[in-house]
């Protein structure tokens, strides 16, 4: 498992230089280097300061190199802040993390035509001192327009049938079993991964009339988390590589809500244990 430490300046180790697609490109339009400067950057190596102190000769005559070390300071920065923000739940207490299924349709057209309504609300309630999933919470939506139905294309990707909605509660009520939920754990801030899960929430409850009770609670994208701790650019990988790259094994089905809910608390427990000290590890 890849564990990045966290240098007191908030920058990652790990985290010398920009992503290998982007570092490439970077350099392929800029004046060419010297042979030992070239050789000496490595971005698994490298702090954002080392490597400023030789590329500076460089960046004073080529404003090329310029540019390219102010996309990398930025760069840096913005996985810093998202390391801090990884770091910031370990404060929380317990986290709720919520992944959705909504219908979907293998016809363009259709997609297009159609209301997209949730179908399933997958949840995992992750406490961030013993970092374990605590309580689990599945629940099955019946979508409120009478033209939005299951299709065979949506049982397919999610393993939802139309059988498990028609007689499911609507949106307003699924909403009261999530306060309830909340209740009993008082987390004040939830994660999804990618922030589909946190639109569609705030467009269904508005679409119904319905008060969203996640838009009380800090939202934080877990996607955004993975791509800077494993070094991608601006665009982290999908969840099932994600979890891989954590060293774990996908537990269930993807796309199904309960379970991508609970790989993504798992992810964000192996990611905690990769950047705390051993003694806070062990809780």
């Known amino acids: 498992m890849h564990r990045p430490s966290l240098p007191e300046a908030g920058i990652p180790a790990g985290g010398g ?3 290998e697609p982007e570092r490439s490109q970077a350099l392929a339009t800029s004046a060419p280097l010297p042979d030992a400067t070239a050789r000496a950057i490595d971005p698994e190596a490298l702090s954002l300061q080392e490597l400023e102190a030789l590329m500076q000769p460089l960046a004073a005559s080529d404003p090329l190199v ?16 998202l390391l801090r923000s990884l770091l910031a739940l370990r404060a929380q207490g317990r986290v709720a993390f919520v992944d959705l299924e909504a219908t979907c349709y293998r016809d363009r057209e259709e997609s297009k035509r159609l209301p997209r309504e949730i179908l ?3 949840l995992a309630v992750l406490d961030c001192g013993s970092l374990q999933v ?3 919470l599945q629940l099955h939506v019946r979508p409120a327009d009478p033209r939005s139905y299951v299709s065979a294309y949506c049982t397919e990707l999610t ?16 909403m009261q079993a999530v306060r309830k939920l909340h209740a009993r754990h008082r987390w004040t801030s939830w994660g999804s991964y ?3 899960d946190r639109q569609q929430l705030a467009q269904q ?3 119904s009339g319905c008060e969203n009770p996640f838009s009380a609670w800090t939202h934080v994208d877990v996607k955004d988390i993975a791509g800077a701790y494993f070094g991608f650019g601006r665009k982290g990988p999908g969840l099932a590589r994600a979890v891989a790259m954590a060293g774990l094994a996908f537990d269930g089905r993807q796309h199904s809500g309960l379970d991508d809910a609970c790989n993504t608390a798992s992810l964000v427990a192996a990611m905690l244990r990769g950047i705390l000290p051993d003694e ?4």
Do not use: S
């Open 17 to 19: 230089g920009l992503p």
């Open 66 to 81: 310029r540019a390219y070390m102010r996309r990398m300071q930025a760069l840096l920065q913005r996985r810093a802040e």
């Open 120 to 122: 399933e609300i997958g």
């Open 134 to 136: 605590v309580e689990r």
């Open 159 to 174: 393993g939802i049938r139309p059988e498990q909605v028609a007689q499911a509660p609507g949106f307003a009520e699924c």
């Open 194 to 196: 990618g922030d589909f």
């Open 205 to 207: 409850a508005l679409a």
């Open 280 to 283: 806070a590890r062990r809780g």
